[in-house]
């Protein structure tokens, strides 16, 4: 039999709860079961991912669908083909699935998968991780929106994570000056390790705006948006003129109860007065551009040259994946988040 992860219910509001998620067994599918241009995949690795929690939100008119109920959730994730009725994979080849059913073995249409190079098992977490989805959105959104230039000071927010500890390195790489912000000490240990000029705890700050301040005297002309509400309200207080806000997630608002719970911006004139740029970025708008091997071309290099750190939180086992989810609205998870399955 085989494990599955199915979405539950819905939780418009508040923080989600193991009671989102049904973990159960099924009998596994047969390669007898394929029909022509399937093929059914072992599961290897599932990345694990905040947007996740607003598949589960429940409304129809999100920039991603809602996950069905009774349904198995679904994400990036890596598998081996274990039988094929495609000509284009065959058994034992090593696959990066885009809406990877989460369960220990699935049958997928040919189309949502995409062969790795051959040799792949022993690097195949790097797809889900280092190469992964949040890793592009970093390089995205440092580039197009970001446009860094040495010398200048680059604040990120959630630095420790999957997308804060690409664009700390690849702004250092840069030339900037990086300013990194994360929820406890030993994340801002790594985010010092890897290149990061400072970097502070905000759960101990009484005060985001002096702290900001304090990191850059000199003020944020990028400022990596990772957080949202009164973290990046903090950051506006303290940009340069010319500044480029990059709008990648706000993690803290995701489990707000309503409009009017959610953390209302006070300081906006300023991205008026400082003539600045606010730019909200998706990554799935990326896919297959140009941009994506730009990624695989810098990204690949520096983490082949051993000039690119990544950490990652693995949690083993499909039937602990739900807990993964949460974890992430408790910055419990160090680094990015993956499941082996
Ligand atoms: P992370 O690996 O950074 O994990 C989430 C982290 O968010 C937690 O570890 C925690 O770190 C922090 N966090 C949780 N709650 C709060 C809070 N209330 N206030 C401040 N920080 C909080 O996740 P990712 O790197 O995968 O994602 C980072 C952001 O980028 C998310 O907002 C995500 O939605 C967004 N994203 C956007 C994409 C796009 O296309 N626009 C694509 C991919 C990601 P800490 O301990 O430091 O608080």
Redesign the pocket.
């Known amino acids: 039999s085989i494990t599955r992860v199915l979405a539950n219910k819905y939780s418009p509001s508040g923080a989600p709860s193991l009671d989102n998620f049904k973990v159960m067994s099924a009998p596994a599918p047969t390669k007898d079961s394929l029909k022509e241009n399937q093929v059914l995949v072992r599961s290897l690795y599932l990345s694990v ?3 996740q929690r ?1 598949r589960l939100i429940g409304t129809t008119n999100s920039y991603v669908p809602r996950y069905e109920l009774n349904k198995p959730i679904s994400n990036h994730g890596v598998a081996v083909v274990e039988a094929s009725a495609s000509a284009d994979v065959a058994e034992g080849d090593i696959v990066y699935i885009r809406g990877a059913p989460w369960e220990t073995k699935s049958v997928v249409d040919v189309a949502a998968v995409r062969k790795l190079p051959t040799g792949t098992i022993d690097n195949a977490r790097d797809f889900v991780t280092v190469f992964g ?2 890793s592009f ?2 390089f ?2 440092l580039t197009t929106i970001g446009k860094p230039k040495a010398g200048e000071t680059i604040l990120v ?9 690409i664009v700390v390195q690849l702004a250092k790489a840069r030339g900037l000056r990086v300013v990194g ?4 000490e030993d ?1 801002i240990e790594l985010v010092k390790s890897i290149g990061a000029d400072t970097a502070f705890n ?2 101990t700050s009484d005060n985001f705006v002096a702290s900001i301040k304090q990191a850059a005297p000199e003020g944020i002309d990028i400022y990596f948006d ?4 009164e ?1 990046l309200d903090a950051a506006l207080a303290n940009i340069n003129t010319g500044a480029r806000i990059v ?8 489990n707000a109860k309503s409009a009017d719970e959610a953390y209302g911006l006070k300081n906006t004139f300023n991205i008026l007065t400082k003539t600045a740029t606010f730019q ?5 708008k990326y896919y297959g551009t140009p941009t994506e091997d730009e990624f695989m071309a810098e990204v690949g290099k520096l983490y082949k040259e051993g000039k690119l750190q990544y950490r990652i ?1 693995e949690t083993t086992g499909l039937e602990n994946a739900p807990q993964a989810i949460l ?11 993956v499941v082996k399955v």
């Open positions: 991912d905040p947007y607003g989805m949040p959105t970093a995205v959104g927010s959630s630095a420790s994570g999957a997308v804060g500890q912000v994360a929820g406890s994340k905000y759960k990772n957080v949202g509400g973290f709008s990648c997630g706000m993690i803290s608002q995701y909200g970025i998706l990554v799935g939180d974890n992430l609205f408790d910055g419990k998870n160090f680094g990015k988040s």
